[in-house]
């Protein structure tokens, strides 16, 4: 079925060929951080995460978050199914890039899985993205060669699909309560924290699904289907407004106010719910795309810049003040994981228009 | 029989102060001279002070700092230290690695109310360093094991395990992990050859000198302070001077609430 | 005639293919050694007796060895090693290298097998002490 992803029009090869790109300055990048060490990214000291771990708590929601389209049970959605499967499935797979690369001795990664920590919530958390990356894509192509082929997926693929639940569950609250867990970082330590993860994941996983959809509608045959669309904007919506009441709540009583991204987030924020919650403008397709688009990037936001930087530094463990930027080398490499990732998720997406075409015809 | 290390600890005696009086020039890249020095100081482990497997828990490794003792400006704690561990020196703040180093009161206890205190104590500078931890969170969050608890209460960083993720420096109320963010070969001033370098990559703390109590000496720290203001001992032998200090003292321990249960205490 | 065409394409795929798999294997095939030869015995002759265990098993497993030390000595504080005849060696570095006192002991073998030792990023060979 892979050998469908190799036949395409012309955007399509050049949509590759840009990603392919990235790709290779990406791992330029990372071979050069390799080499000289991470002092080559904006990391230091006080601020000793950056970048790849707010991708890595970003992605990490939004795969999970995936697993909402196969619980909902709504045969609007079964056309969805599939694409929230590998969605989730590289959403995964690059979370645990990003764990890697920002990891200092990355060639002894095996270590966690030969001298695991059972105390240790980073352990669990990679092993259940691991597990999760399993399930996802073998259920997905299971489900995709079933339909190729005309007939019912098996029925393992039933038990993959439920195994897929818990395991979203898991990586959900290891990776919070990862954060939470920190004694110093005070901002943290609070229940809110794990909710505000959940509904910003889930708000953040759902736009970005039906922006997927419409991209592919766009460029395709294949439509999932408004009301399948409908639904998917039904969840992001209560997980919006639940977000951004939470974000409100602590922009108003911690420190956050200090950090003028987050201002962006929670504005972006406002206005997206905003949009989501009028029906006229969330049936209209340009409404939506912007209101979904606002909602990713105010979520984005909030975890690359405000989660990680006012977490991290508002105050800092010896009370001092210091900021952090990332480099050029780590956007790079930041850019070149997230390409690899789309590069992945437009192979499989094409498989799928293909299957879906085939079989419809 | 004498065992293969009492021989070679001696004719080493002799030979390590031969290399100390030449000049050293470790870390230049690859020596081309083979055969001069037909032996060399590496690391060596003279018998070690306990010769079976030690039983766990039996000994606690503490330290108690009477600040009262430090004289104002000295570092002589910190470069020992930094000196027989090669510590590397990088000037920048963002990547500057510390096993020990001097601190404000402000920072040393922010928790505390400090704002009765004197004028004195709130100018005083205070050592601070890893406070080894009964309940250490840094351990809890390692997710190979990399830092663990030995033994004898030393929280101890494995090298060879460690993978870089720097999940215990947040982790770490106290500040006290430092990571390779490159090479620190580059910044070893004024190298030792009998104990090894980290590498590029991996967390690094102060160990409670592991190395010298093997050997049965003090802390390089406890050792070269003019003042003799660091003393260091088993808190599980109530006849050890640490314990005797610690019940005729008020001492203070670094953020006591987040029930870490740190092993070294300060005498205001 | 196309069929023959292609047939002739594929045999000069195949031929080049084979060149460069050759040129690639004889190239890079002795990796940093200049000649490939056999190790000499230039390390000082050492009693081998007075070793943890006999010369055979430790060519073979002397990683296998040390890593064990590594974790014995680290994690469990257990540094003395007994050896199968009763002489008690501290588990150390230092222990082998005090007798295997040439400098390019280790050298030796690892360039000619070409694989480079870890144990060096931290601590000191003894080709970087005097």
Known sequence: MIEKALKGNRSYWIWILFLGALVAYGLSAYYQQRWLGLTVTGMGREASWGMYTAQFTFLVGVAASAVMVSLLHQKELTKTVIIALFMAATATLMSILFAVADMGKPDRVLNIIFFPNLRSLFFWDLLFLSGYLATTITAGWAMLGAEKKGVPPPAWVKLLLNLSIPLAVGIFFATAFLFGGLPELSLWVTGVLALRFIASAFAAGMALLILVTLIVKKTTEFDTGKEARERLAMVATYAGVANVLLLGVQVFTTFYSNVPLLWFSLIAGVISVAILLIPASRQSQQWLVAGCTALVLSVWVDKSAGLLIGGELFPAPLGSIVTYAPTSTEMFVVAGIWSFGSLLFTALLKVVVAVKAEHKG | ?268 | ?130
């Open chain 2, 1 to 268: 029989m004498s065992s293969l290390a009492d021989g070679n600890t001696m004719m080493n005696e002799q030979r390590r102060e031969f290399i100390k009086k030449t000049a050293l020039g470790v870390f230049a890249g690859l020596g081309a001279a083979s055969g001069l020095v037909p032996a060399f100081s590496l690391e060596k482990t003279a018998l070690p002070v306990w010769d079976e497997k030690p039983v766990p828990g039996k000994i606690r490794w503490g330290m108690l700092i009477d600040t009262r003792k430090c004289k104002e400006g000295c570092q002589q704690c910190v470069a020992a230290c930094h000196h027989e561990h090669n510590v590397p020196a990088f000037k920048n703040r963002r990547e500057e690695i510390r096993w020990s180093w001097k601190n404000s009161y402000k920072n040393v206890f922010p928790t505390a109310d400090n704002a009765a205190a004197s004028k004195e104590i709130q100018n005083r500078t205070f050592l601070s360093l890893c406070n080894h931890c009964a309940d250490s969170p840094c351990t809890q969050i390692c997710p190979t094991g990399a830092t663990f608890k030995r033994w004898d209460g030393i929280v101890e960083i494995d090298y060879h395990r460690c993978v870089g993720c720097r999940f215990c420096m947040p982790a770490c109320p106290y500040g006290s992990l430092s990571f390779n963010w490159q090479d620190p070969r580059t910044a070893i001033v004024d190298p030792v050859t009998v104990y090894p370098t980290r590498q590029q990559g991996v967390v690094e703390k102060c160990n409670f000198c592991s190395d010298r109590l093997i050997k049965g000496l003090q802390p390089a720290c406890v050792e070269v302070c003019p003042e003799q203001a660091l003393v260091f001992g088993d808190l599980n032998d109530p006849a050890s001077d640490i314990r005797v200090l610690l019940e005729s003292n008020v001492t203070m321990q670094r953020k006591p609430e987040l029930g870490t249960k740190p092993s070294v205490f300060y005498i205001i």
């Open chain 3, 1 to 130: 005639m196309e069929v023959m065409m292609k047939s002739r394409k594929l045999l000069w795929l195949v031929i080049f293919a084979a060149i460069s798999l050759f040129a690639a294997f004889y190239l890079f095939r002795n990796g940093e050694a200049e000649t490939p030869q056999k190790p000499l015995a230039r390390v000082s002759v050492v009693d081998s007796t007075k070793c943890i265990a006999p010369k055979e098993f430790m060519r073979a497993n002397h990683m296998q060895v040390l890593q064990g030390w590594e974790r014995s000595v680290v994690r469990d504080g257990d540094r003395v090693h007994i050896a199968s005849n009763g002489s008690r060696f501290q588990k150390s570095l230092g222990t082998c290298l005090g007798c295997h006192n040439n400098r390019l002991f280790c050298y030796n073998c690892h360039s000619y097998a070409n694989v480079k030792p870890k144990c060096w990023n931290c601590h000191l060979s003894p080709m970087e002490t005097p």
